[in-house]
């Protein structure tokens, strides 16, 4: 089974940037399209962003102008720019694949962004 490792939260002021990672083990077009989730204290989890792998995005309301999802083939890894972060995006964010109607079953570690005001 294909490993998904996240990295790249921190603590931030509101206002400013972060990039988060996300490595594969193995060659992530396999189980495309992705999406990046998040998970606030005591609010259930939810899709942030998603990317086909012919470069389609699609992004919950909240975050639309701020976060961008890519993806690096080559390098089997995905991407969250999140800009002008809001208290309101704190969370653990978690990279998984994205399958219509359906939330992944397992998960790994998850980076936890934290965003003071």
């Known amino acids: 089974q294909m490993q998904l490792v996240e990295s790249g939260g921190g603590l931030v002021q509101a206002g400013e940037s972060l990039r988060l990672s996300c490595a594969a083990s193995?060659?992530?077009?396999?189980?495309?399209?992705m999406g990046w989730y998040r998970q606030a204290p005591g609010k259930q989890r939810e899709l942030v962003a998603r990317?086909?792998?012919?470069?389609?995005?699609a992004y919950v309301d909240s975050v639309k102008g701020r976060f961008t999802i890519s993806g690096d083939n080559g390098k089997n890894t995905l991407y969250l720019q999140m800009n002008d972060l809001k208290p309101e995006d704190t969370a653990v964010y978690y990279c998984?694949?994205?399958?219509?109607?359906?939330?992944?079953?397992?998960w790994g570690q998850g980076t936890r962004v934290t965003v003071s005001s």
């Open positions: 193995d060659d992530m077009s396999k189980i495309y399209p």
């Open positions: 998984n694949p994205w399958r219509p109607g359906a939330m992944p079953v397992n």
């Open positions: 990317l086909t792998l012919h470069g389609d995005t």
